[in-house]
């Protein structure tokens, strides 16, 4: 199954552990919430492995940089979802910091793939 190598990167583990985190925490959501935060966030936490995979699955560089940017963005939105989670009462201060901390570290990875494919995408470019 060499195809679905997207399968061995760090950053989709982690990606899929942020959707698992989100799942067990809006477990934990008032029912009436369901179609509202609760459905936005799980939403916003699941784009982000699923742009990644994508990403991955484009044969074009500026496509893969792309898809990255958008998961980047899905991740934003949903700390920022944590965030009025917290606010709200939903999760308490220290499961904030935890997902925070989980988030940051994300952040940092996506980020480092997106430079690497910049990277070998001006190669590409000085070599033309």
């Known amino acids: 199954m060499e195809d679905f190598y997207y399968r061995n ?9 942020l ?17 509202g935060l609760t459905n936005q966030i799980q939403r916003a936490a699941i784009s982000v492995p699923s742009n990644i995979v994508e990403g991955m ?20 939105e949903t700390m920022c979802q944590l965030e009025l989670s917290e606010m709200l009462g939903y999760i308490t201060p220290e499961v904030l910091t935890e997902q925070d901390d989980k ?15 910049e990277e070998k995408q ?7």
């Open 19 to 35: 959707v698992a985190d989100v799942y067990a925490l809006t477990r934990m959501f008032p029912p009436q919430k369901l179609y």
């Open 57 to 76: 699955g484009r044969f074009s560089l500026k496509e893969r940089i792309h898809f990255i940017e958008i998961a980047y963005g899905s991740m934003m």
């Open 9 to 17: 990167l760090k950053v989709y583990e982690q990606a899929k552990q």
């Open 122 to 128: 001006n190669i590409i470019n000085q070599t033309r």
């Open 103 to 117: 988030i940051r570290r994300l952040s940092r990875m996506l980020l480092g793939l997106k430079h690497s494919f």
